[in-house]
């Protein structure tokens, strides 16, 4: 019997499952592979999230179901994502527990000036954004204890996100980078340790339950500022960015599935994209991660 049930094994679920174990909780992690960090406190289950039965059976006891699986392509959120939120719930309502989600600032969709907090409406008109919508206001009305905890894009140490795919391997082999968005408009990074601290905390606190936070994340920085402050950090000159022309991404979706459920969210990228977080940070006391911290993490696992 574990405390705590994690679904899913990448960024955020893996440093969920290690800061719960490193503070002497039990944890169970589900995933298809049984991947998972090593931990004596941590047991990895191979097992599909998506089945209602065996994700109710895997979490008899727990206090905490940690949501925190994102299918890699956006071509398979549609058929992916809605049978293990809806398995989710059912093994959070069989078993009591409270149901911890990892979620996105796309539900919000494009806001005036770029800015988002605790309580703007989610207006998104995209399908992706749609989707996260539903799936948040169908947890709010399981009749369970839920708590959704939205982020921005994620830097930090193993973290997957555009950025670490697309500048990195730029910055190690000295070569330039091509950019799908504007190099200076400011932009919210979420560093990926400051996710699980807050989803950790918020699920195991009743004021919490029942609505949407935002992790305090370090101040919005340009593309451009954050090239720099990688190369900094791994030693290496300052690579050349060449920022793609909107159209490109676009043009490409017409016949390119992934390119044409990239560009629906392109809003992000060559506008101002910033997220408050303050209404958490007071009634919680969480702060965000130094960013040269966070990218320091980065770029250690990179250049080891």
């Not at 959120?77 to 990892?102: C, F, G, H, S, Y």
């Not at 936070?213 to 593309?223: E, F, K």
């Not at 909107?246 to 017409?254: E, H, K, S, Y």
């Amino acid at each position: 019997m574990a405390e705590h049930v994690i679904i899913g094994a990448g960024s955020i679920g893996t440093n969920v499952a290690r800061l719960l174990a490193d503070h002497g909780e039990s944890v169970r992690i589900v995933t298809r592979s049984g991947s998972g960090p090593d931990h004596p406190l941590i047991m990895r289950v191979a097992a599909d999230a998506s089945d209602p039965s065996r994700l109710t059976e895997l979490s008899r006891g727990a206090k905490v179901i940690y949501h925190c699986a994102n299918p890699p392509s956006y071509t398979t959120w549609e058929r992916l994502l809605p049978p293990m939120q809806t398995a989710a719930i059912t093994a959070a309502k069989a078993n009591d527990a409270v149901l911890a989600l990892t979620g996105s600032l796309y539900a919000y969709g494009r806001q005036p000036g770029g800015r988002m907090n605790e309580h703007t409406p989610m207006a998104a008109t995209g399908r992706k954004g749609r989707l996260r919508k539903r799936m948040w206001e169908q947890a709010r009305a399981a009749g369970i204890r839920t708590v959704e905890v939205r982020g921005a894009d994620y830097i930090g140490k193993d973290a997957a996100g555009l950025y670490a795919m697309v500048i990195e391997p730029a910055l190690m082999k000295g070569r330039a980078a091509w950019i799908p968005g504007h190099l200076d408009m400011p932009h919210t990074f979420t560093v990926n340790r400051d996710m699980a601290k807050a989803l950790t905390t918020l699920a195991q606190d009743q004021r919490a339950w029942g609505r949407a936070w935002h992790v305090p994340s370090p101040p919005a920085v340009t593309i451009r500022e954050l090239a720099h402050r990688y190369a900094v950090a791994a030693g290496r000159p300052p690579i050349t960015l060449i920022q793609m022309p909107r159209f490109a991404m676009r043009t490409a979706g017409l016949v390119i599935p992934i390119a044409r459920e990239t560009a629906e969210m392109d809003y992000q990228w060559y506008a101002p994209f910033h997220m408050d977080a303050t209404e958490t940070a007071d009634t919680f006391g969480l702060t965000a991660t130094d960013l040269d911290t966070a990218i320091r993490d980065q770029v250690g696992t990179i250049t080891s």
